[in-house]
């Protein structure tokens, strides 16, 4: 019912900046909670940053002060800007979707994007 597709990955130096886009489309009504998570090379998945439909975030101790997550108006497109970013944040990175409204009495949790690869090199 849901497909998140993730766009901006590629190839920076330490240091350097990228921004990552994930835009949601299919048949629902509202989604509340979009995410950012990655998972580095031998490592596990983990949440990098959240961001609900009224605007409130959360990060990860490793990304904060760097990563901005962000939605646009129509709240179906989430954006992760990296700044300053570093070799341990090389990963897979995949936008998820909560609390997705796809009728008005049904709703379901953590839909995936494909992931994009972001690669840090020093």
């Known amino acids: 019912q849901v497909q998140l597709v993730e766009s901006g990955g590629g190839l920076v130096q330490a240091g350097g900046s990228l921004r990552l886009s994930c835009a949601a489309s299919?048949?629902?009504?509202?989604?509340?909670?979009m995410n950012w998570h990655r998972q580095g090379p031998g490592k596990q998945r983990e949440l990098v940053a959240s961001i609900t439909s009224g605007g409130s975030t959360n990060y990860a101790d490793s990304v904060k002060g760097r990563f901005t997550i962000s939605r646009d108006g129509a709240k179906t497109t989430v954006s992760l800007l990296m700044n300053s970013l570093k070799p341990e944040d090389t990963a897979i990175y995949y936008c998820s979707a909560d609390a997705v409204q796809i009728t008005p009495g049904r709703w379901q949790n953590r839909f995936w994007g494909q992931g994009t690869q972001v690669t840090v090199s020093s």
């Open positions: 299919g048949k629902f009504i509202s989604i509340d909670v």
